[in-house]
């Protein structure tokens, strides 16, 4: 499927995005530690969110939809799935599953489609078999079909090189059914979902910041937890497109009702820093800080993005398109991360911005960007949906082709609906 995008409009609109895709994933996810009825509202309905809850089903959990309202109980003990668990392109489920089920009895295989075999998996499982997990997979373990016998794990102590919310959930979720306290450490504080849900769910976890490094001390539960009872917040980084399509713009997107964690609103910092007008209103505040935010557009300059990078990983690839017009350089670096995602989002940002016209430089982690004027090109989203979202906002200035967007589904299934309201384009057959 080729999505061609035409032109782009001035506007003033609210937008209430998807619910957020990462606090959706966890809440299937963490309903299988609860014990009683788990009431999420507000669950992200796209591809990937309905694996990780297609999984859950699979290993014993019932499951109600009530419309509005999904009902997950969980079972007494986790059962063995009869099939392969298919996580469709996400690495977030892949991952956590990881974590959950190398603690658990039994056998379980977890795969996904094809961008996802071709994502690394040895972050997660390496540090699992240091505290007695047996996983393995192609590539010795680095690539799925990942397999795992599950069974007793050990307490550890375990530094991370790399601030990574997956990883960080996977050994939290490891850790509650291990031998003891176990600790958990990281350069930088990366998304912390898991450990503020499993705390509201009973969980014993406390975090600490010394010296710039997050640290984490896990104790083994000792009964189950209690059922989440939870709105999902909308998600910001779905969001964050349109917030860069009024920045560039000079136009004005009123978001609706996202979580304002801090670890999650870092990147619409770096777009105020970079000129536009940003407002944040809380509204509320229970897991997660809940509200609204504001972007209104005005002349943007180059920026240099190397701190806090976790942060804001997911949104570089929005960013960039702010870069592209932005008067000056713009500098990212610190991100290696992006190479490992959905995409090498690192080579697809700049390859598809040189085809656009834009000069852009590729570095080992991070890219240079010297901001002009974009131009009408066809590119690839590389299979990535925020490539893909990334490059039709762009498109809102000169006009944009881009191949295989079918990958926007899996993510973001209202996008096409919002977009709208900001440009005019087509969806055509891939020929």
């Known amino acids: 499927m080729r999505l061609r995008v035409i032109r782009g409009k001035n506007f003033k609109e609210e937008f209430i995005v998807d619910a957020d895709k990462s606090i959706s994933h966890r809440c299937a996810i963490f309903s299988l530690l609860s014990d009683g009825v788990n009431e999420i509202k507000n669950f992200l309905r796209a591809e990937d969110t309905l694996n990780s809850l297609k999984i859950a089903k699979s290993l014993g959990a019932e499951i109600e939809d009530k419309n509005s309202t999904i009902l997950i109980k969980a079972p007494d003990s986790l059962k063995e799935a009869d099939d392969v668990l298919y996580c469709g392109n996400s690495g977030t489920t892949i991952r956590i599953y990881m974590g959950l089920l190398a603690s658990k009895e039994g056998f379980f295989v977890l795969t996904g489609d094809k961008y996802l075999r071709r994502r690394p998996m040895a972050r997660v499982a390496n540090p699992l078999r240091s505290i007695g997990a047996r996983i393995d997979g192609r590539d010795n373990g680095n690539l799925a079909p990942i397999a795992i016998r599950g069974g007793k794990l050990k307490a550890f102590k375990y530094y991370s090189s790399i601030a990574s919310a997956q990883v960080k959930s996977s050994m939290i979720l490891a850790a509650l059914h291990a031998d003891g306290k176990s600790y958990y450490e990281e350069p930088f504080l990366s998304r912390d979902h898991t450990e503020r849900m499993l705390r509201g769910m009973g969980a014993e976890i406390n975090s600490t910041i010394e010296d710039g490094k997050c640290k984490v001390e896990i104790a083994p539960l000792k009964n189950k937890l209690k059922p989440l009872v939870f709105e999902v917040p909308n998600d910001p980084s779905s969001a964050f497109f349109f917030a860069v399509a009024a920045a560039i713009t000079g136009s004005e997107a009123i978001i609706k009702n996202v979580t304002l964690n801090p670890t999650r609103i870092e990147a619409y910092k770096v777009l105020e820093n970079m000129g536009a007008k940003v407002e944040f209103i809380e509204k509320e505040n229970k897991y997660e800080p809940i509200g609204d935010i504001i972007v209104t557009g005005d002349t943007l300059k180059g920026i240099k993005v190397d701190k806090n990078i976790p942060w804001l990983i997911d949104e570089i690839p929005a960013l960039a398109i702010a870069m592209a017009v932005a008067d000056g350089k713009s500098v990212v670096k610190n991100a290696k991360e992006l190479r490992v995602k959905e995409s090498d989002r690192i080579k697809a940002v700049v390859e598809n911005l040189r085809l656009c016209g834009i000069e852009a430089r590729e570095f080992e982690d991070g890219f240079e960007i ?52 900001i440009a005019e384009y087509e969806v055509m057959d891939a020929n």
């Open 370 to 421: 010297i901001g002009g004027e974009p131009k009408f090109a066809r590119v690839d989203s590389f299979g990535d949906h925020r490539i893909a979202m990334s490059f039709a906002v762009l498109g809102i200035i000169k006009g944009i082709e881009i191949d295989d967007v079918e990958c926007i589904n899996t993510s973001f299934p209202n996008f096409f609906k919002l977009f709208n309201k």
